[in-house]
């Protein structure tokens, strides 16, 4: 897809998050507004995705497809809204967020059997376990597909991560893509003060990782650029570590660069204020 | 009383990895995770003849947990191995969330579970572990008997879709079950048909309950003793049967006695059948280095207590 197209569906996208964290006053819109070009980049132009007659399928199994799984499950609009967009379930569904029996909970999980979801997540710091498991299960399937896995920055406090940041190198997991949203805000504020990660492309490199860094991860053209080149570098012996650099809140103003939007949900005329600020590109829900 | 005879005594954990080998041979799915304690789950022959099948986790059990949910994805089925203690409390939210939330096709495979691991003591010997595991949604929970048992149970688990908690342990104790025995989940195994209280007992404890059926036999008492190897789901019917006959329950069971065994068989009385009930069990403490022996008797889960229950829930009928 060209980086023009990729846009108009990001912006969708964003439209699809403020509005589906407004209609249930609640859930995460920051996290999910920075990583959207992310997430479109990837289902959009990058994953190999399993499909019939020109439509997307799923199967939990996932043989002989990229995997997309997201650690940090509280960006769960932005994952809806792409997987929805794509094609997995009906857009009209987004509408049902977080609310009472929905297939689209407030953190993904396989329980409602929601098309696109392989694996619960919301305690964080387990999804690049599962991530590298899928990927060993890949390799002992001489299937050649890639495992991508989205954790955030926060996150990295979590003990689990740095238990399959040792393992994944030792095992030569060399068909996994790992992601870490670099927005540098958690809920109690900015990072650096709430527990400073110090240098994490050294820190993973120290593990045994190749580590690339994606410095405008807001910027759809340089995401693309960037999971080409990560693509380039598997099946080498090393898992693949990509530091990218978002802007929490990306594409709403008022939203941008700040940790107060990390799990509130607009009012009214924030909502407006927000979608003023987002072309409607395939049509809202 | 039926008679029970053994030629042999081994530990159940043996009985894990024999089953392992027989699995390695028949499903090209299963793939064996340990956390550096191999030579504890007696892995060697399955990791022997199926090298590329076997995924050492080091010390990093909450890692192992994940990496197993991850494997059930491209249709593998993992059995993830450690001591109990490890496999449960420490990686309980991993479980919730990655296994039993997810259901996902994930063994989790515990051995040196309760007291009998013996004197590594408390910190290793896990009491709550079938208290945290039952209380999953959709687990299923084995616990089984002898060698023979813990190999039928491990390789049954393998045909069975869906998150499993197996637990056995070190202790050498004698195989009193068939070699051949094919293991039904879910369903109660009879050992001694009897008119005056229902022993229901787990694990090790069900041969402790055969020696104690053999005492009580001597004093005139005809004991039902009955082998629970799956705690969820219980065999309620199997129960509520024993309980209409005899009137009156023993259950016997390594754990504490919160959570285990003992309260998911109350739950069966209290909604359908109201008899007395007597728990042999941990009693809601930790344990302390000794020999398995030894501490079977401190903590009041060997034979003699096992008779001295039986006599009380007699009593109160």
């Known amino acids: 897809m060209e980086i023009e197209q990729l846009e108009k569906v990001a912006s969708q996208v964003r439209r699809d998050i403020v509005r589906m964290v407004h209609a249930c006053q609640s859930g995460h819109p920051g996290g999910s507004l920075g990583c959207t070009d992310l997430l479109v980049a990837l289902y959009f132009e990058r994953m190999k995705l399993k499909e019939q007659d020109g439509k997307v399928v799923f199967d939990m199994d996932g043989k002989d497809e990229d995997l997309f799984f997201l650690s940090n499950g509280h960006i769960s609009p932005v994952w809806y809204s792409v997987l929805a967009r794509k094609g997995y379930f009906p857009v009209s569904e987004l509408g049902t967020f977080r609310k009472l029996d929905s297939r689209l909970q407030g953190h993904p999980t396989t329980h409602e059997h929601l098309e696109g979801i392989r694996i619960a997540s919301g305690s964080l710091g387990q999804g690049m376990s599962v991530a590298i498991g899928a990927a060993l299960a890949k390799k002992l399937n001489n299937d050649k597909s890639t495992v991508y896995v989205l954790m955030g920055d926060g996150e990295q406090q979590e003990g689990q991560v740095w238990e399959a940041a040792t393992f994944a190198p030792h095992h030569e997991v060399d068909n996994l893509i790992a992601f870490i949203d670099l927005n540098g805000q958690q809920i109690d504020g900015p990072t650096l003060k709430v527990m400073n990660n110090r240098d994490l492309g050294k820190k993973y490199e120290a593990f045994g990782w190749e580590v690339i860094s994606i410095e405008e991860g807001n910027d759809m053209a340089a995401i693309v650029k960037g999971l080409y080149e990560a693509k380039g570098r598997l099946g080498h012996g090393r898992p693949i570590m990509i530091l990218l650099h978002t802007g929490m809140g990306y594409g709403v103003d008022f939203m941008m660069g700040s940790h107060k939007w990390h799990g509130v949900a607009p009012n009214d005329e924030q909502l407006a204020a927000a979608l003023a600020q987002l072309e409607e590109t395939l049509g809202d829900y | ?317």
């Open chain 2, 1 to 317: 009383m039926k008679k029970y005879t053994f030629t042999e005594k081994k530990d159940t954990r043996s009985g894990f990895g024999a089953g392992m080998q027989v699995l390695g041979q028949q499903n090209p799915n299963v793939v064996a995770l340990c956390a550096d304690l191999v030579g504890s789950l007696k892995l060697e022959a399955f990791i022997k003849e199926n090298p590329e099948r076997f995924v050492q986790c080091g010390i990093s059990e909450a890692n192992m947990i994940g990496v197993s949910a991850g494997l059930t994805i491209g249709g593998k089925i993992p059995f993830a191995t450690t001591f109990a203690n490890f496999a449960t409390g420490r990686v309980y939210d991993q479980i919730r969330q990655s296994v039993a939330y997810s259901n996902k096709n994930v063994k989790i495979c515990a051995s040196h579970a309760g007291l009998t691991l013996g004197e590594d003591g408390a910190t290793h010997q896990i009491l709550e572990d079938i208290g945290m595991m039952k209380m999953l949604p959709g687990m299923t929970v084995i616990n089984p008997c002898d060698y023979n048992q813990t190999k039928a149970a491990t390789i049954a688990i393998a045909e069975y879709d869906g998150p499993v908690y197996l637990r056995f342990g070190r202790p050498v104790i004698p195989i009193f079950t068939d070699a051949d025995q094919k293991f039904e989940i879910g369903k109660a195994w009879m050992v001694n048909e009897g008119t005056d209280v229902s022993i229901i007992a787990t694990g090790h404890m069900v041969w402790e309950a055969i020696q104690a059926g053999e005492i009580l036999e001597a004093e005139g008492i005809n004991a039902e003793i009955i082998n629970i190897h799956t705690i969820k789901p219980l065999d309620e019917e199997a129960i509520l049967k024993s309980v209409e006959k005899t009137g009156c329950v023993v259950t016997a069971e390594e754990h504490n006695r919160i959570g285990g065994l003992g309260d998911s068989v109350a739950q069966v009385l209290v909604k359908n059948k109201l008899v007395p009930q007597e728990y042999v069990a941990v009693n809601d403490s930790f344990g302390e280095s000794g020999t398995p022996a030894q501490l079977l008797q401190k903590y009041g889960l060997d034979a003699k207590h096992i008779v001295e229950a039986a006599k009380r829930a007699i009593a109160r009928k």
